[in-house]
């Protein structure tokens, strides 16, 4: 995704500022985690913008985004293990389906979260920007910084371990 | 025989070249463990793809300003406020009060406006009554 860069803070947070959300909260499965994330997230591309040199702008602030995640993680020294509030997929979910429908998909949703945060770190945030950021593997090596055949490997083995999760 | 084990995840997310995808698909097709196991992770990627996309907060989209979030609109210091109000204020009264040059009309709806416009930015305002004034100075 070369085109189309947006070169104002504005643009880059209302562009981005929900992928950023969404990954963080899939991540840490914690909504207050999330929102202190895509502050900061937001804060490091307002300082960088400026020397930001045009190249793989999702590269970029993928990095950024994965940056803050880890100094946010070793900062509070703990791992995420908070439980997905009802009222937030709730509101996510949209134009008012049949209740019944409503509980099954947050229950599944639920599910899925669980099993997401039961994987080791690197196959989650593989997985996550893969399927909830939707990056390309390219992408996903230039964020992590590491090579294409290790992101389809972590992508591979954290689906697998997902599945036999949710058997 | 070989089973094509990561290359299915690649497979599914469209990530191979035309050779690899063709080789994939020939040999889908006389291989039931690779079919089932790329049956699974099709399942898998689709149950993460149905999470719910959250929507951000909105107070986490304006500026930030040195660490702070900063509101788009930020509420007028008090002393600004009177400053302003008093400028209206003696502006409106200079207006009205000055010797009108000969034929010139004030327009008192303006003078006006600009109260009623305070009045509805500022609850703790007290417009003044307006009298209407003829200030056609030569008749």
């Given at each position: ?16 500022g ?16 999330a ?89 989650r ?6 399927d ?14 590491v ?21 | ?9 690649a ?129």
């Open positions: 995704m070369s085109e189309g860069i947006p070169l104002t803070w504005e643009e880059v947070a209302r562009t981005y929900r992928k950023i959300y969404n990954f963080a909260y899939r991540l840490t499965g914690n909504p207050d985690d929102a202190d994330l895509v502050q900061e997230v937001l804060l490091r591309v307002k300082r960088g913008l400026p020397d930001y040199v045009p190249g793989s702008f999702e590269g970029w602030l993928w990095r950024i985004t994965r940056n803050a995640f880890l100094d946010d993680v070793r900062r509070r020294q703990r791992r995420p293990t908070a439980p997905l509030p009802d009222e937030m997929d709730r509101a996510a979910l949209g134009a008012a389906p049949a209740p019944e429908e409503v509980l099954a998909r947050v229950r599944l949703g639920e599910e899925v979260q669980r099993a997401l945060l039961a994987l080791p770190y690197d196959f945030e593989a997985v996550v920007l893969c909830i950021v939707g990056l390309s593997y390219e992408e996903i090596a230039a964020s992590v910084a090579p294409i055949g290790t992101v389809r490997s972590r992508i591979h083995r954290g689906r697998k371990m997902l599945k036999d999760k949710l058997s | 025989m070989i089973h094509l084990g990561e290359m299915l995840s497979f599914l997310d469209g990530e191979l070249t035309h050779d690899e995808e063709r080789r994939v698909t020939e040999h889908l097709g006389s291989c039931e463990f690779c079919a089932e196991e790329l049956a699974d992770l099709h399942q898998a990627r689709a149950l993460v793809r149905s999470l719910p996309i959250l929507d951000t907060p909105g107070r986490l989209l304006h500026r930030p300003d040195d660490g702070k979030v900063v509101p788009l609109y930020r509420r007028p210091r008090a002393w600004a406020a009177a400053a302003a109000a008093a400028l209206v204020i003696l502006v409106g009264l200079a207006t009205v009060l000055a010797p009108s040059p000969a034929g010139v009309q004030v327009p008192i709806e303006d003078l006006s406006n600009q109260f009623r416009a305070r009045d509805s930015l500022d609850r703790t305002f007290t417009p003044i009554e307006l009298v209407p004034v003829v200030l056609n100075g030569a008749e």
